[in-house]
């Protein structure tokens, strides 16, 4: 079975400052790697997503992750973020060919300080 | 409005009752899913089903009981609710195996109080 770690709980960070938030998966078998976003009081939405080809994934709003795969890590990074960004963000795995499940990590808060 | 919703959005119930979790999609896809959100745990898969008709349990399974009659619902059913059945609930849908991604959209979620 796949899991994942996210090594920190809680990510603070003043605007405009560079920030990388760490993932990290285990699974014996080829898989997909996502990062969701959760804003307060809302359901989980897909942030970028790896599925195969290119190790390095980019999102429409600045963020980027690369797939490592001897590492096996995944880490989402921003170069500059804003306040708009402070959100709790969930990585995610699940085996590729065909499977659905997906498992979760158990999230990183991002605090974006003025 | 297409997509996924959830009701009700906020309950508070007493221990011992039954508390029903609706989910609806409008995008037909095959897959559902049923998670709860805890401090400490992140999203834990409850229940999840690959079309009408199949459930299949998740990683917590206990004290839930899911159905699926139509493709486009996915009621959980807690029988006799316990306080640490106190949670966020989510529902979330996936498109079926030819367009696996695992990519999956969720709903805004059910918070339940259990005294």
């Known amino acids: 079975a796949q899991s994942v770690t996210q090594l920190d709980s809680q990510v603070p960070v003043f605007e405009e400052a560079p920030v990388e938030l760490r993932c990290n998966y285990s699974s014996s078998v080829s898989v997909y790697l996502f990062w969701y976003v959760q804003y307060p009081n809302q359901g989980l939405q897909l942030l970028l997503k790896?599925?195969?080809?290119?190790?390095l994934v980019e999102s429409i709003n600045g963020f980027e992750a690369e797939f490592n795969k001897s590492q096996t890590s995944f880490h989402l990074r921003k170069p500059s973020v804003h306040i708009s960004d402070t959100a709790e963000y969930f990585c995610?795995?699940?085996?590729?060919?065909?499977?659905?499940?997906?498992?979760f990590g158990t999230g990183t808060k991002l605090q974006v300080i003025p | 409005d297409a997509g996924i919703t959830q009701s009700p959005r906020y309950k508070i119930t007493e221990t011992g009752r039954q508390v029903t979790l609706m989910c609806h999609q409008t995008w037909s896809h095959s897959y559902m899913f049923w998670y709860r959100q805890d401090l400490g745990h992140g999203l834990r898969l409850i229940y999840y089903s690959a079309a009408a008709d199949i459930t299949d349990k998740g990683e917590v399974p206990d004290g839930y009981v899911v159905s699926r009659s139509k493709t486009e619902n996915f009621p959980l059913t807690l029988e006799s609710a316990t306080r640490s059945q106190t949670s966020v609930y989510f529902c979330?849908?996936?498109?079926?195996?030819?367009?696996?991604?695992?990519?999956?959209?969720f709903g805004e979620g059910s918070r339940l109080t259990v005294l």
């Open positions: 995610a795995v699940s085996l590729s060919g065909g499977y659905q499940k997906v498992t």
């Open positions: 979330a849908s996936s498109q079926g195996l030819a367009f696996n991604t695992g990519e999956l959209f």
């Open positions: 790896y599925l195969s080809g290119s190790t």
